[in-house]
């Protein structure tokens, strides 16, 4: 497997990416490329150039200020599980990049390559729209601030524009009584998510004031399960509840459902409420 | 020496060169003006090329040649069958190594680009432009049999390459009178043995001497050597191969490949040496695959559970051409098997082997036993079921009773030894199953499901003797040779025929050369994979090498300790009726403080100075070992799944295997083949196969969709043995290579199926993924209903 011809160019600053990406009309950000470099190798993608943005400083690392956890899009998934701060606050994005592929994996690709890849089958997409992330790009027009709901729009498509970097992702820290979790049902060869479930619960008095959760896996770009949401929301966090809740999921889930040969589109929309449980059962522990 | 090496688990000499990625595979070597080769493989399963243009190609930069079926023509011949099965009407159909007006699998040699780098090869398989006429295609073999079906090979008939029968007994009497018949039909899906290195050929050819150099990855480099000659026409004597570092087979590595021979003629058509290696890609689609048989299976038995007969009708898939080895496997190496460690009277299968427009199929790990194993412990779990007897009790009620010197079965082979209820009662006082059942009837009136399969084998293995090879139509012998050769300074090289390729006979045949003549084990290195330096031998597979090759060690080492009595004798001035031997020393009996050490001896035979008369310098001896029989290991493993009741999900959790493979070499490596081969076992029944569409399309073709078993997904093993000798081996010792792979697969399904059983699955199709667990939950209950 070997890739097409392509020129390489390493910037030293998002501005300097920027500049590359616009000169070099049909070239390709080049992250932690264990995306990228597996489609070139495949010859499923052609780019005139390879703009290496992994050295600048700017995109990477995880800090926290006044609630906010402000993640860099160069930031390893490895980075991610490992984070202290993550698995504190913001509990759902630690252990959903602890399950992506292998160590390789982990140690090379990016939360910035992964979102803005889009693949339908990630675990970062769903993870942050049930986070209610902010997603900070930048282009030839400045910065814009997308929220992760509206940045996902269909099987590999994002918001983002031609000439636009994904430069940082925002997310509210967890506040007192929140908690988050991510069930995944990994595919047995790629690990990729055949369904992921991100979800929040906030509770207060002991019953939960709200929850959010997001599918992805199974569709082709992570969905709020708005109907699961209502019907927990003021109620006791008991196991029949968010069972009760957690069945109805599949009037979230559209008429798009993605199938394989691994697991039917039928099959995921019967197991569905089952990792929806999960998720939600593991969040609500966390949010005591 | 105070402690034995032999039977000491010493570490792999293999592993830091392997485990630090300092190993020299056949990819890693690269020749002065080398070039490259790529290959355009069919994107059909089944059409006609009606043209091909090669023009642009041609042209592009960095290209040396680009060469399709009509220049290969005439230089290489059809690619050969080696096993070719009597009385059963085989029909070998063409096979060229460059399709010339058909391709007949996704994955079927087009054309061939040589070009200065492998990107710039590659850049140009994008411009040769192949006119295609798709044609009907068919994966399933037996749907590959019936009338109608679309035609593999224009010249056989339903597609069946051969028909073979095994009869012993009189089988149908024995189901007309049984008050019992099971009947099930068995999936063995057909498996990709991804092997970690893929396969690669570098061929250096010499104009002016007339000698061709190819490094090839091969579990068998004298056989590579051999078919390369009647393929290319290289005179043997002119032809090396090197194949020193091979990165894994299972199987795979047996056969010899178009793509080998192909980079043979572009190296003597250039004059430049030439590289190919394949892609993971193309190793998924092109290099063989395994099992692939559609198999309907009946049991007859006494109400009491007395087994009394086996039938069983096989439709086996071969793929589009046939493999080196391939119609060996699913005949003599299965059908033979249908005794297993029972005593059964009356057994028959009828075995078609069938042409489908699927990749052509070879022996991977276990080679038809683990599918021989697969139909006995199936039906008798039905069989206990059925009568509501537990599966130990009846299997102990059906086992040959030990024997420790020929046992003959109602297909006619002749076990060597066996002692099979005692590896049974090993498994059951270990894993304590009377508890084990309790706890999980416990557990499942909790809601956990767990699961307790059971699976005994006998598997044949050390092939063979060379005679039976000869009567079974195998195109080759099956004996082994070694060198033992003392240096000067009492250090040892051992050279073998046989190409070990990670099973850790470079470290075994050292301990081997130790027990027997009594040198530091470290002293002795063992070489193998290049036949310009080693002895002819028939390769590595079947789990031969140590029963075989080992034995024809022990047997030339031997030769060397006589001659070495002999010099022993004449130094101390003695009779050599009178010396006595201990420990690496000679000594006149009585006088043990008078030695000759092997190694003074080796100086002195190497020198040459003081030598007894008619005795010839050098210590040095070599064996030929054709093996009296074949040796027949066996054991018992368990496993206990856990089934997720409400998604289907099935994880292993708890493996134990008690394995007989007579005395062990080494228990650290004994250990290590049975994990590899439980491995590979459990992730046929709950991971691993291949799916191809109705155009025969390989939908499996990469990893991201292929299910390897992952160590995660794994549970520690609890590896036990017992120790019964083979009787007509040297040192006793049979094989374990494959006898992993052999037994897990029915454990684990057994296990499955008993922790789907109170739902009311009675069978399921393998892989076992949660959805096909899932749905025959549903299924169930909508029937019961
Ligand atoms: C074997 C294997 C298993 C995997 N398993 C999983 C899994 O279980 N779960 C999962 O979620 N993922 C999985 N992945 C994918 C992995 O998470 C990748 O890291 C991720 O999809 C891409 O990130 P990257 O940094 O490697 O991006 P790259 O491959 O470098 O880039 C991917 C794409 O995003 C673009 N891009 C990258 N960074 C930016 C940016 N800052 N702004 C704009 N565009 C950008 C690139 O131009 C490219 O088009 C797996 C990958 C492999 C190879």
Request: aromatic fraction near 6%; hydrophobic fraction near 40%; proline fraction near 6%.
């Amino acid at each position: 497997m070997y890739a097409p011809e392509f020129d390489y160019y390493r910037a030293g600053s998002v501005s300097e990416a920027a500049g590359l990406l616009r000169k070099y009309p049909g070239s390709k950000l080049l992250a932690g490329g264990q995306s990228l470099i597996p489609l070139l190798k495949l010859r499923l993608a052609a780019p005139v150039a390879v703009i290496d943005i992994g050295r600048i400083r700017d995109l990477k690392g995880i800090t926290v200020k006044g609630g906010t956890i402000r993640v860099g899009a160069m930031t390893t998934h490895a980075e991610l599980a490992a984070s202290s701060e993550l698995a504190e606050q913001c509990h759902a994005l630690a252990q959903a990049a602890a399950g992506i592929g292998d160590p390789a994996v982990r140690n090379r690709g990016t939360i910035g390559g992964n979102v803005a890849h889009a693949d339908p089958a990630s675990d970062l997409p769903a993870v942050l729209v049930a986070l209610e992330a902010k997603l900070t790009v930048e282009g030839p027009d400045g910065k814009r601030t997308l929220d992760a709901g509206g940045f996902f729009q269909g099987m590999m498509t994002t918001a983002l524009k031609e000439h636009e970097i994904l430069t940082a992702i925002e997310i509210p820290a967890h506040s007192k009584g929140q908690g988050s979790a991510y069930a995944k049902f990994a595919h047995p060869a790629s690990r990729y998510a055949v369904i992921g479930v991100a979800a929040v619960v906030t509770t207060s008095g002991g019953k939960c004031s709200a929850a959010r959760v997001a599918i992805g896996g199974m569709v082709p770009r992570p969905v709020r399960a708005a109907s699961v949401e209502r019907v927990l929301a003021g109620q006791e966090l008991s196991a029949e509840n968010i069972a009760k809740a957690a069945g109805q999921v599949t009037e979230s889930l559209g008429n798009e459902v993605l199938g394989d040969i691994f697991a039917s589109e039928q099959y995921r929309r019967s197991v569905a409420p089952v990792w929806v449980k999960r998720g939600l059962t593991q969040a609500a522990e966390r949010a005591r | 020496m105070s402690t034995r090496v032999f039977g000491s688990g010493i570490r792999r000499r293999e592993d830091p060169r392997l485990i630090t990625g300092a190993a020299t595979y056949t990819d890693d070597y690269t020749l002065p003006d080398m070039v490259h080769m790529v290959l355009l493989r069919s994107p059909h399963a089944h059409a006609r090329i009606k043209r091909i243009d090669t023009t642009r190609a041609k042209a592009a930069p960095g290209v040396v040649a680009v060469f399709i079926g009509t220049d290969v023509e005439g230089a290489l011949n059809p690619m050969p069958c080696a096993w070719l099965v009597p009385n059963s009407n085989l029909k070998v159909a063409g096979y060229p190594c460059i399709a010339k007006d058909m391709v007949r699998y996704v994955g079927d040699i087009v054309a061939a680009v040589v070009a200065e780098s492998p990107y710039q090869a590659t850049d140009a398989l994008d411009l040769i432009v192949v006119d295609y006429e798709p044609l009907p295609a068919v994966i399933d073999p037996e749907k590959a049999k019936q009338s109608g079906a679309p035609q593999v090979h224009s010249n056989v008939e339903n597609n069946v390459a051969f028909h073979w029968t095994v009869t012993g007994g009189d089988v149908d009497g024995t189901f007309q009178k049984a008050d019992v018949v099971i009947k099930e039909r068995i999936v063995q899906q057909r498996l990709i043995p991804n092997a970690m290195e893929p396969r690669s050929a570098l061929a250096h050819w010499s104009g002016a001497s007339g000698e061709l150099t190819l490094w090839n990855t091969t579990q068998n480099p004298h056989i590579a050597r051999f078919l390369c000659s009647v393929v290319t026409g290289v005179p043997e004597d002119k032809l090396r191969v090197i194949a020193t570092e091979v990165g894994g087979g299972f199987g795979s590595k047996i056969p010899a490949y178009p793509a080998d021979f192909i980079t043979v003629f572009c190296a003597k058509k250039l004059n430049r040496p030439v590289k190919w290696t394949e892609s993971r890609r193309e190793n998924f689609q092109g290099t063989t695959h395994g099992r692939d048989h559609i198999q309907d299976v009946e049991l007859a038995a006494t109400k009491d559970g007395k087994v009394l007969g086996i039938k069983a009708t096989s439709y086996s898939g071969m793929g589009a051409y046939l493999s080196t080895a391939a119609p060996g496997i699913p005949t003599i190496l299965h059908g033979l098997m249908l005794s297993g460690p029972y005593d059964i009277a009356a057994i028959r299968e009828d075995v078609y082997g069938i042409y489908t427009n699927g990749t052509p199929v070879e022996a991977y790990r276990g080679a038809g036993r683990p599918e021989a194993t697969f139909i006995l412990e199936r039906l008798m779990d039905m069989l206990a079921a059925k009568l509501g007897m537990d599966p130990i009790d009846l299997r102990k009620k059906n086992f040959i009773p030990k024997f420790e010197n020929g046992h003959t079965v109602a297909t006619g082979l002749s076990y060597d030894s066996g002692n099979y209820a005692g590896a049974l009662q090993k498994l059951v006082d270990h894993v304590a199953y009377k508890d084990l059942r309790r706890q999980q009837a416990e557990d499942r009136k909790k809601g956990r499901y767990l699961g307790i399969g059971i699976s005994t084998y006998v598997e044949i293995c050390g092939l063979g003797p060379s005679q039976v090879a000869g009567a079974v139509g195998f195109q080759g012998g099956l004996w082994e040779s070694a060198i033992v050769r003392f240096h000067p300074t009492g250090k040892v090289n051992v050279f073998i025929g046989a190409n070990p390729h990670g099973q850790g006979e470079e470290t075994t045949f050292a301990q081997i050369v130790a027990e027997e003549i009594g040198v530091d084990v470290n002293d002795v290195k063992v070489i193998h994979g290049d036949t310009q330096t080693t002895p002819m031998g028939w390769g590595t597979y079947g789990s031969r090498t140590t029963a075989v090759g080992g034995a024809a060690l022990v047997m030339a080492t031997r030769k060397v300790k006589e001659k070495a009595k002999v010099i022993a004798a004449h130094l101390l001035e003695a009779a050599v009726e009178d010396m006595d031997y201990k420990d690496g020393k000679f000594f006149v009996k009585g006088s043990p403080d008078k030695a000759k050490t092997i190694q003074d001896i080796a100086l002195m035979a190497n020198v040459a100075w003081n030598m007894p008369a008619g005795v010839e310098a050098g210590l040095e001896a070599s064996s030929f070992y054709d093996p009296p029989n074949f040796t027949y290991p066996f054991g018992a493993h368990l496993a206990v799944v856990e089934l997720d009741p409400e998604t289907g999900q099935i994880d292993v959790r708890r493996y134990v295997a008690v394995d007989d493979c007579g005395p062990q070499i080494n228990p650290v490596i004994v250990e290590g083949q049975v994990h590899g081969g439980v491995v590979q076992g459990i992730g046929q029944a709950l991971w691993e196969g291949a799916v191809y569409d109705e155009n025969g399309q390989l939908l499996t073709g990469s990893m991201l969709d292929y299910a390897l078993p992952r160590a995660d997904r794994l549970p520690d093993m609890e590896v036990l043995s017992t120790v019964t000798p083979s009787p007509h081996h040297p040192i006793g010792v049979k094989g374990i290579g494959e006898a992993g792979t052999i037994a897990s697969t029915a454990a684990v399904y057994n296990a499955v199926i008993d922790a789907l059983s109170p739902f009311g699955v009675q069978t399921i199709r393998m892989p076992v993924t949660p959805e096909r667990a899932f749905n025959a939950i549903q299924e169930a209950k909508a029937g019961r209903r």
